[in-house]
């Protein structure tokens, strides 16, 4: 039945002007939040229709070629770098310290100290959390591959010290207050500290940002904060590259010392 509704449609005539006509909607479009839908968001729906008529082309043979191979994707952006500077970072932890939720802070501390999604992190168990080794292990992450996360410092310190008060009635690290299999919520007290702290335009997936930047900032390259990221290329991180100029140029002084010797900076 589905056949038959889609092939009078697709069947040599799958237009690409239709595609291009629905990017252009999706483009200028409003979203339920009132903003308007970014390149990357547009893109991500193309990626979704590409993949349909990629089985329809390959696994069905409904069409010959894909239409998507003549509709141009949008730009997107070059990506947001949006980090907490010395001083911000301080008056946030601080903000967070003194929460009345006392989840915030070992939750923003986790975060910061591995770069773990918000759904990764509220998604943690138990039984995957080795508090001996000082790992975590995460069997559903966004590109379907599991991830070992290493703890280490105030991160794995919180860990014990929250191992000892855990709930009984569930395994998950930070259950909800109502219902204990659910992870809880803590927009609220996420927003408040950051007004508390005043700090303008931060989003909880800037806490991510701030563990590649730090990294970057710490001499790590791009190939090991993909690594800890999660990410299966270095294009999602290239975005901090410019943060660890510093390193890569004494990665290439130490280079040029080796081979051609010291020199008096002639």
Not at 38 to 56: C, D, E, I, N, Q
Not at 90 to 108: D, H, Q, T
Not at 153 to 171: F, I
Not at 179 to 205: C, G, M, T, V, Y
């Amino acid at each position: 039945m589905v056949e038959n509704q889609i092939r009078p449609v697709c069947s040599g005539r799958c237009y690409p002007s239709l595609i291009v006509q629905c990017r252009d909607e999706l483009a200028t479009g409003i979203t339920y939040r009132g903003t308007q839908r970014s390149p990357a968001t547009v893109v991500r729906y193309m990626a979704a229709l590409s993949h349909a008529f990629g089985v329809a082309v390959k696994e069905w043979q409904w069409l010959e070629d894909s239409p998507m191979r003549k509709v141009k994707k949008p730009k997107e952006s070059r990506g947001r770098v949006r980090f907490l500077d010395d001083d911000e970072r301080e008056r946030f932890l601080i903000a967070c310290k003194e929460s009345s939720n006392a989840w915030l802070y070992p939750c923003v501390i986790l975060a910061l100290s591995t770069g773990m999604r918000q759904g990764e992190l509220m998604g943690l168990r138990w039984p995957d959390v080795d508090l001996k080794v000082g790992a975590i292990i995460l069997h559903e992450t966004k590109n379907g591959e599991r991830r070992r996360v290493p703890l280490s410092g105030l991160a794995l310190e919180l860990l014990h010290e929250h191992a000892k008060v855990r709930r009984l009635d569930t395994d998950l690290l930070f259950p909800g207050n109502i219902n204990a299999q659910k992870p809880i919520d803590l927009r609220s007290a996420f927003e408040n500290a950051l007004k508390r702290a005043e700090i303008n335009d931060f989003h909880w997936h800037d806490l991510r940002h701030c563990t590649a930047s730090y990294l970057a900032m710490n001499g790590a390259s791009l190939a090991e904060i993909a690594e800890v990221l999660g990410h299966k290329t270095l294009a999602m991180v290239k975005r901090y590259a410019h943060l660890s100029d510093g390193h890569v140029s004494s990665v290439v002084a130490a280079m040029n010392a080796k081979i051609f010797g010291a020199s008096n900076g002639r």
